[in-house]
């Protein structure tokens, strides 16, 4: 992963001239912005509003972390046996049996 952003510390220097700073998470790093949300419609039995913690930084557009994985599609694993030096791997785990 590279080095996480500074965005938020050099953002807070600036809104502490306005004695004001960022919501951000206290928990894993780097630290997130979060964005703040109200409940629209109050009363029993209404959704309370939900908390939205930032995928991106919103002021450089860094990502905080890696692109999580995504399962290999059929597509995927046809194209890496269509290369020789995987179908000998498969073949040789297979002990030499090839399918």
């Known amino acids: ?21 960022l919501v951000f998470t206290l928990f894993g790093t780097p630290s997130r912005v979060i964005v703040d949300t109200t409940q629209v419609e109050t009363g029993r039995g209404k959704k309370k509003a939900a908390a ?12 905080y972390e890696p692109e999580p994985a995504r399962p290999a ?9 269509d290369d020789p030096t995987v179908a000998a791997a498969v073949n040789e785990q297979a002990g030499g049996r090839a399918a």
């Open 73 to 81: 599609t059929s597509a995927d694993l046809t194209a890496m046996l």
């Open 1 to 21: 992963m590279t080095k996480p952003c500074n965005c938020i510390a050099e953002v807070n220097k600036t809104l502490a001239q306005h004695n004001t700073m």
């Open 52 to 63: 939205m913690i930032a995928t991106f930084c919103p002021f450089c557009g860094e990502r």
